[in-house]
DNA sequence: ATTGTGGCCTGCCCGC
DNA sequence: TGCGGGCAGGCCACAA
């Protein structure tokens, strides 16, 4: 599903489309719109206006335009394409396959193509001047200092606390649980009880997975990942996974190797 | 105020 | 072969 890797992915194709001029919008589905709009609203926010830059902040991808800014959430479902061109190919729990009636939103622009999103389930969202003010640092630039403020304070589990956007933007489920298992800590160790030495390896672990991760192509491409599942064993240590539900979110964690 | 829960939404997979 | 149940989780409204 798109976490912090795929938008990432989505705004680098996105850029595709700075510098041209809306011509149309297409709202076939309004129940992604949010802010109380409907399409006509839409449609006259960006008709022509000339995209200036494609922005991210955490899961959210952003397009300027001079006057509102679009916000775009992509669910778990959401994919974006420019020009029929797709970020990213094979989406986790995604649709098997292209379906013009998963269409949700469109930009067309004068110099010909297009911009839209597909999203079957549409658990995404569309937005004009999105407030992104309760967001809390970037993933991709979390900084240790950043990441200590993260988990100090409140109570709650390890990983209810990385998955919340307002503490760290960006990180999803499978990041997190391949985050955590490549630490050594278990998702429901108190986030309070994390000590310095843990979150310096916890910080370190967040940069290099994500690095590694993004260049392998995505949140579904850890090493976890092929164990998520009833049978799974850990790839580290080869005793069964436990499967336990934290922050509402199946989670997949190794009992002998996260403490 | 923070933390937890349920519901949204629909495709896909499994077992009967 | 068709069908129904369960599952997937980002996000939000709402409850405690």
């Not at 994919?79 to 098997?96: F, M, Q």
């Not at 297009?114 to 569309?126: A, E, H, K, Y």
């Not at 991760?213 to 090493?223: E, F, V």
Request: aromatic residues 6%.
């Amino acid at each position: 599903m798109p976490e912090i890797l795929e938008v990432e992915a989505y705004r680098r194709l996105a850029e595709r489309v700075v510098g041209r001029t809306v011509v149309a919008v297409d709202t076939p589905d309004n129940r992604i719109l949010r802010g109380g709009l409907d399409g006509s609203a839409f449609d006259q926010a960006l008709t022509g206006r000339r995209l200036m830059a494609a922005r991210r902040v955490g899961k959210v991808l952003l397009l300027d335009s001079g006057g509102p800014t679009l916000g775009l959430r992509f669910g778990m479902t959401g994919r974006l394409l420019v020009d029929g061109r797709a970020a990213i190919e094979y989406l986790e729990w995604g649709g098997r396959r292209a379906d013009p009636a998963w269409e949700r939103f469109s930009l067309h622009f004068r110099s010909g193509g297009r911009l839209w999103i597909d999203d079957p389930r549409r658990l995404g969202s569309v937005e004009l001047d999105p407030d992104l003010s309760a967001l809390g640092p970037d993933a991709l630039s979390l900084s240790l200092q950043e990441l200590r403020g993260a988990l100090t304070g409140g109570q709650g589990p390890l990983k209810a606390r990385l998955l919340d956007q307002k503490r760290v933007a960006g990180l999803g489920n499978l990041l997190v649980d391949e985050v955590l298992w490549r630490s050594g800590l278990s998702p429901l160790r108190l986030a309070g009880s994390i000590v310095d030495d843990e979150v310096r390896r916890l910080h370190r672990t967040i940069r290099r997975t994500l690095d590694q991760m993004g260049r392998r192509g995505g949140s579904h491409t850890g090493d976890l990942f092929e164990q998520r599942g009833h049978g799974g064993s850990c790839p580290r240590d080869g005793v069964a996974l436990q499967r336990v539900t934290v922050g509402g979110r199946t989670s997949w964690w190794c009992p002998r190797h996260q403490a």
